[in-house]
């Protein structure tokens, strides 16, 4: 059963006092495990040929670790733009050709179906072709490559290795902070995982990036407030998916984007039927709900970042 939170909602978020693009949720989550992933990774660098590091299709930006650029230090990198079925397919063409300009080979995968997987090894062996040459200049011939798989939370790197290897699995939940430490797979002849626990960073510099990695659940939902993040939410997707919005929600005649997000939620819980005693809309009922169906695509296939912002 929902119970509504004390979180007195209706007063932090009026039409006095609300402004969409003031109110950013501040999140910061940076757990002690954190910390110690941090030097696992740069302790293991030196056993692997490459670096593998997996994001979120639907925020391929803030799903990066800025910190990952540091830790990698020019080592070889493809990346796996994974969740593709959730996202938008054209915004993903559009990520996986700006990531090439910047010399990193890039493939769209959907880890629990196994979806655009065959491209992994071909992505590696491209950005190691040059090392590969000179193993068998060397009489190396076979030698066997290792990859580190990296990101943050909840991105699936998990799902990726129990896709790719035949031996032992990874632990694998809908949830961030599964894996707590490293482990070594063998996907195949000549091919080496080495899986690594989600790592996220000190401080958010940019409230939208928290928000954005919140909305996918790469952040825990128990640290922050979920009726403000859902309205968030619906702001964002009212802004650039509003025929989804109003199909998934029979918000039909109504100008979504016109609409500051709570007001929005309050719309959901009362078509939905969601009230509490006396009437009242249960909004945090109306949240989960908005939060859960983004994550499961059920709103659409949707996209939140395009490269041209990167511009």
Excluded at 66 to 79: A, E, H, Q, W
Excluded at 156 to 177: E, F, T
Excluded at 204 to 213: A, I, P, S, T, Y
Aim: glycine share 8%; net charge positive.
């Amino acid at each position: 059963m929902f119970v509504r939170k004390h979180s007195k909602i209706g007063e932090k978020m009026n039409k006095q006092n609300y402004r969409k693009e003031e109110n950013a949720q501040s999140i910061q989550w940076f757990p002690g495990h954190m910390t110690r992933t941090r030097r696992q990774i740069e302790k293991s660098l030196s056993l692997v040929d490459a670096v593998a590091e997996v994001i979120d299709a639907r925020i391929p930006m803030s799903s990066r670790n800025p910190v990952l650029d540091s830790i990698i230090k020019g080592k070889p990198r493809v990346v796996l733009l994974n969740k593709c079925d959730m996202a938008d397919p054209n915004k993903t063409a559009r990520w996986i050709q700006w990531f090439r300009t910047k010399g990193i080979p890039a493939v769209a995968v959907d880890c629990k179906s196994g979806k655009g997987l065959n491209g992994f090894i071909p992505a590696v062996q491209e950005v190691l072709k040059e090392k590969i040459q000179a193993w068998k200049s060397k009489g190396m011939v076979g030698r066997v490559i290792r990859v580190m798989i990296v990101g943050v939370p909840n991105v699936g790197k998990s799902s990726l290795i129990n896709r790719l290897c035949k031996g032992g699995k990874a632990d694998v939940a809908d949830r961030p902070g599964v894996t707590r430490q490293n482990r070594w797979f063998t996907i195949g002849k000549g091919f080496e995982l080495l899986d690594t626990p989600g790592v996220l960073w000190p401080k958010f510099e940019d409230k939208l990036v928290g928000e954005k990695l919140a909305f996918t659940g790469a952040v825990k939902d128990d640290v922050v407030d979920t009726e403000h993040l859902a309205s968030r939410l619906l702001e964002f997707l009212a802004e650039s998916y509003p025929q989804e919005i109003i199909r998934r929600y029979k918000l039909d005649g109504i100008d979504v984007a016109a609409y500051p997000g709570y007001e929005l939620l309050e719309m959901i819980g009362k078509k939905r039927g969601m009230l509490v005693s006396g009437g009242e809309i249960n909004t945090e009922r109306a949240s989960i709900a908005v939060l859960d169906e983004f994550r499961g695509a059920v709103i659409g296939k949707i996209t939140l970042e395009s490269p041209e912002e990167m511009r």
